[in-house]
């Protein structure tokens, strides 16, 4: 069964500190990889998504992710953290042609900004 | 241009009522998904709508039910509400068709509590 897994649930990192979030999926096919960011009681933001192509994708706010086959993970990272990235962070995976637009989610890793 | 916009924001509602939760895509985009989130399960996919047909379903009651309106907009009811129907609900709309996939762009999601 396709699924999606965040090892690590909370995360506290200072401020101006590297970040790497973790993200493993389990994936029959070539999957299409997304971040999305969530601030309390609020929607989803698309952080940054891998198609295909270069597998080191850029995103906004400063991230990037690296797509690595071989270890099915799409690591989420950032080289300088700001106090404004504390946030909930969701990793997901979804279907590649036709098949429609279900994503299947991580459970999230909530990350803390310590000044 | 516009996002994703739902509504109502929040919700109170009492068991055994029903609920009609409402959503309006980006313009454009032809496919609506919605999604529950509660702090135990995370984000769980519950429909998706494209082209006012159901194509893809997730493992819920069938007290969930939602519909597609030629403009794309698209509304969700849940009859018979139970206590664990408390959540967040989020809808994303994506331009899907054929085998071309880009990524979901999230409303800010109805919160729904139920007494």
């Known amino acids: 069964a396709q699924s999606v897994t965040q090892p690590d649930i909370h995360i506290t990192v ?3 500190a590297s970040l790497e979030l973790r993200c493993n999926y389990s994936y029959g096919a070539t999957p299409y990889l997304f971040w999305y960011v969530q601030s309390p009681g609020q929607g989803l933001q698309l952080l940054l998504k ?3 192509g270069d ?20 690591n989420l990272r950032k080289p300088s953290v700001h106090w404004s990235d504390a946030a909930e962070y969701f990793c ?4 590649s042609g036709n098949q429609g637009g279900k994503l299947i989610f991580g459970q999230g890793t909530e990350l803390s900004v310590k000044p | 241009k516009a996002g994703v916009t739902q509504t109502p924001r929040y919700l109170i509602k009492t068991r055994g009522q029903q609920v009609t939760l409402s959503c309006s895509p980006i313009s454009g985009h032809r496919s609506v998904s919605w999604y529950q989130q509660t702090p135990g399960q995370g984000l769980q996919f519950l429909f998706e709508y494209f082209s006012e047909t159901q194509r893809n379903k997730g ?11 030629s403009n794309s907009r698209s509304e969700m009811n849940v009859s018979t509400l139970e206590l664990g129907d408390s959540a967040l609900y989020l809808c994303a709309s ?10 979901a762009f999230f409303g800010q999601g109805t919160r ?4």
């Open chain 1, 92 to 95: 997901a995976v979804g279907p």
């Open chain 1, 55 to 74: 597998t080191l994708v850029q995103g906004i706010k400063g991230f990037e992710a690296e797509f690595k086959r071989s270890q099915s993970s799409f």
């Open chain 2, 112 to 115: 729904l509590t139920v007494v």
């Open chain 1, 14 to 16: 200072s401020e101006g």
């Open chain 2, 94 to 103: 994506s331009l899907v068709g054929g085998i071309l996939y880009t990524e």
């Open chain 2, 59 to 69: 493992n819920f009651p069938g007290r969930f039910s939602g519909r597609q309106f």
């Open chain 1, 50 to 52: 891998y198609f295909s």
